[in-house]
């Protein structure tokens, strides 16, 4: 039995990821996450199962971790832990370049010191050791309306947030060529579903929607995100972690395309069929229309292609089938 560290495990997407491994693995899972605002331990649904552990503690403690990497002897590191809401990142960058780039360099080198005897020497002990960092599409900037993200798109980051995780992205890749860490990175376009913050879009709209108060939308909400459902992220990870080609990065996206507007307007129909405000009247006429954030990318669209042809991976849901699920998992959590 091998132990994997899973950071940020209660987290969204950590989380979801936690809830799928679990019944994928036999292995122990050892959840690190310092518990921060949106982060809640309930998103993991096998809390008592003993192939579970919580750990609470920051990866910006160096001598935590190094604690922690003795105790467990981890073989696999899924790195998730991250600040990662832009308006935060903008409001006080300092978090986010402490996490992200700070955290994710100490996580690393003692992963390193606890997996290598030298550069490019992997301990026999830890010769089957991988170590994925969990990124994102921001990293790349905006598009104009055409045109796709792919592993090649140079990095031009435009906010504190992207910009902090674009920097632990050079430092995972420094590691490969440095040292020949065996690091996976992905990149992921927007993800949606159970368990994430009430801070973010999907989540938002729907709780303000539930609540009788205004739903917000940035600007003109032709703003255009490619959409995908977490499920099917925690699949790609899964399948790159363990068959992805070291030093290498894969992209993960939904083929998705949507204006924030439409999800807007989709949302509030399916409210209206299934939880219809008591006025009758749609929930559309709730949408208002705010000021745009700064620096507030255009589209973002993600090619998936190199880990569909390279490791087999493929998308399950569709927004209109991953939404539908969504938006009854947020009416059972708001109303009940």
């Avoid at 902090?164 to 992205?169: T, V």
């Avoid at 992905?186 to 801070?199: F, K, V």
């Avoid at 999907?202 to 977490?230: C, E, M, Q, S, T």
Wanted: proline content about 3%.
């Amino acid at each position: 039995m091998k132990n994997i560290l899973v950071t940020g495990g209660a987290g969204f997407i950590g989380a979801n990821f936690i809830n799928y491994l679990i019944n994928q693995t036999d292995d122990h899972i050892v959840n690190l996450d310092d518990l921060t605002y949106a982060a809640n331990k309930d998103n993991i649904e096998q809390q008592n199962s003993k192939q579970y552990t919580f750990v609470k503690g920051d990866i910006r403690d160096k001598e935590f971790l190094i604690q922690l990497f003795d105790k467990y002897q981890f073989c696999r590191v899924i790195h998730f832990a991250a600040e990662s809401h832009v308006d935060n990142s903008i409001a006080d960058p300092s978090a986010f370049v402490e996490t992200n780039i700070t955290g994710t360099f100490h996580l690393l080198h003692t992963a390193y010191q606890l997996w290598m005897d030298k550069p490019f020497q992997l301990k026999d002990d830890f010769k089957d050791a991988r170590f994925l960092h969990v990124s994102t599409d921001e990293v790349y900037g905006t598009l104009g309306s055409e045109g796709l993200f792919t592993e090649e798109t140079p990095y031009a980051p435009n906010s504190p947030y992207s910009a902090s995780k674009a920097s632990s992205d050079f430092l995972v890749r420094s590691y490969f060529h440095t040292y020949g860490m065996p690091v996976v990175t992905t990149n992921c376009s927007n993800n949606y579903g159970p368990y994430q913050h009430d801070e973010k879009l999907i989540p938002v709209i729907i709780r303000k929607a539930l609540f009788g108060h205004n739903i917000p939308i940035y600007g003109d909400g032709k703003n255009i995100r490619d959409w995908l459902f977490v499920k099917d992220h925690c699949r790609g990870i899964d399948i790159a972690v363990n068959n992805g080609k070291l030093g290498e990065t894969y992209n993960i996206g939904g083929k998705n395309e949507r204006e924030n507007i439409y999800i807007a307007r989709k949302i509030c129909e399916m409210l209206d069929k299934w939880k219809p405000r008591d006025d009758r009247k749609s929930y559309k006429e709730q949408i208002t229309f705010v000021e745009d954030r700064h620096g507030h990318d255009f589209r973002y669209a993600i090619d998936a292609s190199k880990i569909e042809n390279e490791l087999g991976w493929r998308a399950k849901e569709n927004f209109e089938s991953g939404i539908e699920k969504t938006v009854r998992w947020y009416i059972n959590k708001y109303t009940n």
